[in-house]
C-alpha cells in the first residue's frame, strides 16, 4: 500500500525565536531551520512500515518556500520513495494545507496519511484531522503506537486522562505524537542516493479549493515577561515566603 | 448570535474543562447553548444545565455516541450548525481531536488555543509554544475555536437548570472501532484546572523517587505534573505531562522539582502565578522564570519541606 507523509520546514526546535519589533511576525531570516520534529517521527513510522513489508511506497509531500526542498531531500535520504513539493510563499491555515494533502491524496489513493500531530510554529494540531474530515476518513490521532494490517490500523492514543486504543478501517488518517518513535539520522550514502529520487514541483494554481482566505494576521507580539524572582537559602525561607509574601499556602 | 459549546464528559459528569469553555462563550454572547454526545450522558447533561448563563442543553443520548469519536460527533455538530454562528471546545485533547473535523465539515479555518478574545471576530493565540502571541481575524462566517482553559476563568454551576432539548439524529459510522482505555487512577485534582501543582523532572532519578513528588502535592492537595523528560525516562505516565506538546496549566502556585526548564516545558506553565523551582543546578533555565528558586539537593530538601508543611 501506498502511504502519504507531509512535512513542513520550520524553525529548529532548539533555536530561540524572536518576535520582530513591528509585529509582522516571528523572525526567520538566518534562523536555523529544520524538519517539524512530528512530521520527522510520522516519516519514521512510514519507513518502518515498509521496512517490515507492509507499505509498498512513501510519497512525501511539502508545501512551502523553495527552500522546502532541503526538507524533502532529507526525507527522502531518511528513506521516502518520491516527494511533491507545492511551492509557494504564502503561509497557510491547516484548513487549506487539507484541501491541498485531499486533492494530492484523491489523485495518488494512498491508503494511509501519516502527519506530525501539530507544527511547531503555528501549534495548532489541526491538517490531519480536517484532511481526514474532507476525505470522509477515520482519525487516529496523537498515536504512541501503530499496528497495521491490510484493511485496517490499531492505534494507542495520548488522551486526557491516559491512554485510549482504537481500531479504524483503512484508509485513515494517523497524526504521530512524541512517543511513536526516535527518528533515524540519514546515511552519507542515502544522502548522496535521495538527490536522484523523484521531487515533483507543482504550483499553487492547481489547487483552487486552497485559495480562499480564511483568516487575516493582525499582529504578533511578545508575550509579557515574567518579573525577576529572588532566591531563597533554605526550607524554611521558602515556606515563610509562600506563606506570608505569595500568600499561596 | 449563538454559541453552541461542545462539553466534554464521561457520560456521569460533565468536566470542569466545559465551564472554562462557556466563560469564553459568554464573552461573545449571551446565547449559549451546550452539547452533550453520548451514550447514558443524562446525567453529564444534568450537570451542564446548572452552569450559570446557559439557555439550554442539548442532549444527543445514543450508542452511537458512546465513545464520542470525533467522526461521529462532527457529523451530529453539522445537522445543528445551520442554527449557530460558534463552535466552542476547550484545547483538551478531546477539543483538539473533534473541533478541526467540525470547522473542515464547515469549509472554515479553526483557531487552537484561544487566549483572549477581543471582538466578535477578533482573537488571540500563542505560536512557537507561547514564545509569541497572534493576534488574528477570523473572515469565516461560522467560527470554530478551541480555547485554553487556563485563560478564561469557570463558570459557576447555579442552583435553576436550563432546560434540557433531546436531540433525536443518529449518525452511522462504523469505521472506527474502541478496543480499549487505560485511564490513570485520579484521587488528585485536575492538572489543568488545580490550583496547586507539583511537577517532577529528570532530577527525580527514578520512577520511586517520584513518589516524593506525589507526596508533597497530597500535603499541599495537588496536582502532579511531569517535564517530558521525566515522561520519556517512565517515571511518570503521559498525562502528566506539562509543556508544549502536554498539558497547558496556569495554577496559583507551581512547584518544579528537578526540571531544568526546556523551552517546551517553560511554554506549559509560565502563566502560572507563582512559580517555585527546586534545583541543583544553579544555572538551571527554571530558575530564570522562577519567583523562588531554592538550589540545593532535592533529595534533601523535599523530606524537609514534606515535614513542614505536615508541621504547620
Given at each position: 500500500m501506498k502511504v502519504l507523509v507531509a512535512v513542513k520546514r520550520v524553525i529548529d526546535p532548539y533555536v530561540r525565536v524572536r518576535v520582530a519589533e513591528d509585529g509582522t511576525g516571528v523572525i526567520t531570516k538566518n534562523a536555523k531551520m529544520a524538519m517539524n520534529p512530528f512530521d520527522e517521527i510520522a516519516l519514521e513510522q512510514a519507513i518502518r512500515l515498509k521496512e517490515?513489508?507492509?507499505?509498498?511506497?512513501?510519497?512525501?509531500?511539502?508545501?512551502?518556500?523553495?527552500?522546502?526542498?532541503?526538507?524533502?531531500?532529507?526525507?527522502?535520504?531518511?528513506?521516502?520513495?518520491?516527494?511533491?513539493?507545492?511551492?509557494?510563499?504564502?503561509?497557510?491555515?491547516?484548513?487549506?494545507?487539507?484541501?491541498?494533502?485531499?486533492?494530492?491524496?484523491?489523485?495518488?489513493?494512498?491508503?494511509?496519511?501519516?502527519?506530525?500531530?501539530?507544527?511547531i510554529d503555528g501549534d495548532h494540531n489541526q491538517t490531519g484531522q480536517m484532511l481526514a474530515a474532507l476525505l470522509d476518513w477515520p482519525q487516529a490521532t496523537f498515536i504512541s503506537e501503530l499496528t497495521l494490517t491490510a484493511t485496517t490500523a490499531t492505534a494507542c492514543r495520548e488522551i486526557d486522562g491516559g491512554l485510549e486504543t482504537i481500531e479504524v478501517d483503512l484508509p485513515a488518517v494517523v497524526t504521530a505524537d512524541l512517543r511513536l518513535n526516535e527518528p533515524r539520522y540519514a546515511s552519507l550514502p542515502s544522502i548522496m542516493k535521495a538527490k536522484s529520487k523523484p521531487l515533483v514541483t507543482r504550483s499553487l494554481s492547481e489547487f483552487p479549493a486552497a485559495q480562499i482566505e480564511h483568516i487575516k494576521v493582525l499582529a504578533v507580539s511578545a508575550p509579557a515577561e515574567r518579573k525577576p524572582g529572588v532566591r531563597v537559602d533554605s526550607v524554611e525561607a521558602l515556606m515563610d515566603k509562600l506563606k506570608n509574601e505569595a500568600q499561596v499556602i | 448570535m449563538r454559541v453552541l459549546v461542545i462539553a466534554e464528559h464521561s457520560q456521569e459528569t460533565c468536566f470542569s474543562a466545559t465551564d472554562h469553555a462557556v466563560t469564553a462563550a459568554k464573552q461573545l454572547t449571551s446565547d449559549v447553548d451546550i452539547l452533550i454526545a453520548g451514550e447514558g450522558c443524562k446525567k453529564a447533561a444534568e450537570r451542564a444545565a446548572t452552569l450559570e448563563g446557559v439557555t439550554q442543553v442539548l442532549l444527543a443520548d445514543h450508542g452511537c455516541y458512546q465513545h464520542q469519536f470525533a467522526e461521529s460527533l462532527s457529523k451530529l455538530i453539522l445537522t445543528l450548525a445551520p442554527e449557530y454562528d460558534y463552535f466552542i471546545a476547550a484545547a483538551t485533547q478531546f477539543g483538539k481531536n473533534l473541533m478541526p473535523r467540525v470547522a473542515a465539515l464547515l469549509n472554515v479555518a479553526q483557531l487552537s488555543d484561544v487566549v483572549a478574545i477581543e471582538s466578535a471576530d477578533i482573537f488571540v493565540r500563542p505560536l512557537y509554544a507561547g514564545n509569541a502571541?497572534?493576534?488574528?481575524?477570523?473572515?469565516?462566517?461560522?467560527?470554530?475555536?478551541?480555547?485554553?482553559?487556563?485563560?478564561?476563568?469557570?463558570?459557576?454551576?447555579?442552583?435553576?437548570?436550563?432546560?434540557?432539548?433531546?436531540?433525536?439524529?443518529?449518525?452511522?459510522?462504523?469505521?472506527?472501532?474502541?478496543?480499549?482505555?487505560?485511564?490513570?487512577?485520579?484521587?488528585?485534582?485536575?492538572?489543568?484546572?488545580?490550583?496547586?501543582?507539583?511537577?517532577?523532572?529528570?532530577?527525580?532519578?527514578?520512577?520511586?523517587?517520584?513518589?516524593?513528588?506525589?507526596?508533597?502535592?497530597?500535603?499541599?492537595?495537588?496536582?502532579?505534573?511531569?517535564?517530558r523528560a521525566a515522561v520519556d525516562a517512565g517515571f511518570a505516565p503521559n498525562d502528566y505531562q506539562v509543556g508544549q506538546t502536554g498539558k497547558v496549566v496556569a495554577p496559583q502556585l507551581y512547584i518544579a522539582v528537578g526540571i531544568s526548564g526546556a523551552i517546551q516545558h517553560i511554554a506549559g506553565m509560565k502563566d502560572s502565578k507563582v512559580i517555585v523551582a527546586i534545583n541543583q543546578d544553579p544555572d538551571a533555565t527554571i530558575f530564570s522564570y522562577a519567583d523562588y528558586g531554592l538550589v540545593g539537593d532535592l533529595f534533601e530538601i523535599l523530606p524537609k519541606l514534606i515535614t513542614a508543611l505536615q508541621n504547620q
Open positions: 517490515a513489508g507492509l507499505v509498498s511506497e512513501i510519497i512525501l509531500v511539502s508545501i512551502g518556500e523553495h527552500a522546502g526542498q532541503e526538507t524533502l531531500r532529507k526525507g527522502l535520504a531518511m528513506g521516502a520513495d518520491r516527494a511533491i513539493h507545492v511551492e509557494t510563499d504564502a503561509t497557510f491555515q491547516p484548513i487549506q494545507i487539507a484541501h491541498i494533502l485531499k486533492q494530492i491524496a484523491d489523485e495518488e489513493k494512498p491508503m494511509l496519511a501519516l502527519l506530525g500531530k501539530q507544527t | 502571541l497572534e493576534q488574528v481575524q477570523l473572515l469565516d462566517a461560522k467560527k470554530v475555536l478551541t480555547i485554553r482553559a487556563t485563560a478564561f476563568s469557570a463558570t459557576n454551576h447555579g442552583i435553576t437548570p436550563a432546560p434540557i432539548k433531546q436531540i433525536d439524529t443518529q449518525i452511522d459510522w462504523n469505521k472506527t472501532r474502541f478496543i480499549r482505555q487505560t485511564l490513570s487512577p485520579c484521587e488528585r485534582p485536575d492538572l489543568t484546572t488545580a490550583r496547586i501543582i507539583v511537577s517532577g523532572g529528570r532530577g527525580l532519578q527514578s520512577q520511586e523517587n517520584f513518589q516524593l513528588v506525589e507526596r508533597l502535592a497530597d500535603i499541599l492537595g495537588a496536582a502532579v505534573g511531569a517535564s
